[in-house]
């Protein structure tokens, strides 16, 4: 079972910044300059835990908001905002 | 230009993806690679699609299960040990949905597991029980959607005629019993398979000419839409074989041949009617599509090709199909049509894996014998 996760983070190094937003781009969504959307299943969200941890410096921080299916469906933005793509299937 | 951003979103809180309407997962989810000229590159954990060099997509690889190439897309070997290592089967397929073969990392491989598969597999009463379930699952959904159709037919000989052809499938269902081996029983369904297509045939605007099943090449478009469908179905079901640990090589039902994973074909049968053969005739019946979108053979025994869009439309209401819920009959759970495939894999699985404590038993009781998936 995958679960929507919202990780918002606070970086301070430039190039730790960077890698950490390299990763979450490899998991999900960025929808705002330090916050993604993250479809995850447990495992995922185990492994993707641990490699953040162990990038992070003494006052970085990462915070994870897990969104169950009634919060996602309640998510809306103001201004320059668009929905995450969700796809079941690529057809190209 | 906010107040007015408000108001629109409220639309926007809607999955904006018009493929997303189940509260199911989907279970596995495919990369279809359709394009001519297509590439696909990796760059970290992103998936890249290329087209005539510029990016048109960018997937992150947690996002893939398999990937289906259609014809000649070129991927580079990045790609290729990725989805080795992850455990991503690749499909290769011809433009038209020909199977070529699977880049497959052979990774599951409980032997102790194949060879007790490959020992029952060799047990003609073993392999004769389960071949005899599989086509009672078969025909019992060939029946089901005869039934179906039947009710959204307006013609009143159109439906008479599939309930009729409906009642010989429970009466060829019942002979299914008295086959004493593979070869009685093939010729049970070789008849039911006979009565069920003439009911289709009888029921399919004669504009798209079709007479009954032709393969290898299917040289009209109903043939080739199904022969297509077919090969989708194959390729979702070796998956699941692969996951559970089984060797798709070794059938019950399908004799194991050069090149032809059997047991897949095995797992398929119950579920053609109702996922593949209910699509395909869902889009002819309700005119989704056309013989126009087919290009069709100029000398006979040639291929009938699909048209690019009219494939597309096929893939996306199969995976449509694919992620419909449904409730398992036998466990009572509600999934997807694709979690009973699963389902079914896992279960024939753990079938071959007790068959140790079976023999000990003296089993033919109901519950130690593969039950298919009967839908209703």
């Given at each position: 079972m995958k679960h929507l996760w919202m990780i918002?983070?606070?970086?301070?190094?430039?190039?730790?910044?960077?890698?950490?937003?390299?990763?979450?781009?490899?998991?999900?969504?960025?929808?705002?300059y330090s916050i993604f959307e993250c479809r995850l299943s447990h495992k995922q969200q185990q492994q993707l835990q641990q490699r953040l941890n162990s990038l992070l410096d003494t006052f970085d921080k990462i915070r994870w908001y897990p969104l169950c299916k009634h919060c996602e469906r309640s998510v809306y933005w103001q201004g320059n905002g668009q929905a995450v793509e969700t796809n079941d299937y690529y057809l190209l | 230009m906010t107040t007015a951003q408000i108001e629109t979103t409220s639309t926007h809180t809607q999955k904006s993806s018009q493929n997303n309407q189940n509260t199911h997962d989907p279970r596995l989810k495919t990369l279809y690679l359709t394009g001519y000229g297509t590439t696909l590159t990796k760059k970290q954990e992103q998936f890249v699609v290329k087209q005539e060099g510029k990016v048109i997509k960018q997937i992150p690889a947690i996002h893939v299960d398999q990937i289906m190439l259609f014809g000649a897309i070129q991927l580079t070997t990045q790609v290729m040990h990725y989805c080795l290592k992850h455990n991503i089967p690749i499909y290769?397929?011809?433009s038209t949905g020909s199977y070529y073969g699977i880049l497959d990392n052979h990774d599951t491989?409980?032997?102790?597991?194949?060879?007790?598969?490959?020992?029952?597999?060799?047990?003609p009463q073993y392999a004769l029980k389960i071949a005899q379930h599989m086509i009672k699952g078969k025909l019992s959904n060939s029946r089901l959607l005869l039934k179906r159709l039947a009710r959204s037919q307006n013609k009143t000989q159109h439906r008479e005629s599939l309930q009729i052809a409906a009642q010989n499938m429970s009466a060829y269902i019942k002979q299914l019993n008295t086959a004493t081996d593979l070869d009685q029983l093939r010729g049970i369904e070789g008849i039911a398979a006979r009565n069920y297509f003439q009911a289709l045939i009888n029921i399919t605007p004669h504009e798209w000419n079709f007479n009954g099943r032709n393969k290898q090449p299917p040289t009209d478009p109903v043939n080739a839409l199904l022969s297509y469908g077919y090969t989708l179905l194959f390729h979702n079901t070796y998956s699941f074989i692969k996951v559970a640990g089984l060797n798709p090589h070794i059938g019950f039902l399908h004799t194991p041949r050069r090149g032809h994973p059997a047991l897949a074909s095995d797992l398929?049968?119950?579920f053609r009617a109702v996922i593949v053969d209910a699509v395909i005739f869902n889009l002819i019946l309700n005119n989704k599509l056309t013989p126009d979108d087919f290009q069709h053979p100029e000398k006979k025994g040639e291929a009938c090709h699909i048209s690019k869009a009219a494939?597309?439309?096929?893939?996306?209401h199969l995976e449509t199909k694919f992620n419909t819920p449904i409730t398992h009959p036998n466990s009572g759970f509600k999934i997807d049509y694709r979690r009973c495939i699963e389902h079914q894999t896992n279960h024939l699985a753990?079938?071959?894996?007790?068959?140790?404590?079976?023999?000990?038993?003296?089993?033919?009781?109901?519950?130690?014998?593969?039950?298919?998936?009967?839908?209703?």
């Open positions: 918002a983070y606070d970086i301070s190094d430039p190039k730790i910044r960077r890698t950490i937003s390299k990763h979450l781009e490899n998991h999900g969504a960025r929808v705002q | 290769f397929l011809s491989h409980p032997i102790h597991l194949h060879r007790q598969q490959y020992l029952k597999a060799e047990n398929m049968e119950e494939r597309n439309i096929l893939i996306r753990s079938l071959i894996r007790g068959h140790i404590e079976e023999t000990e038993n003296q089993e033919t009781e109901n519950s130690s014998t593969y039950q298919p998936a009967i839908f209703r």
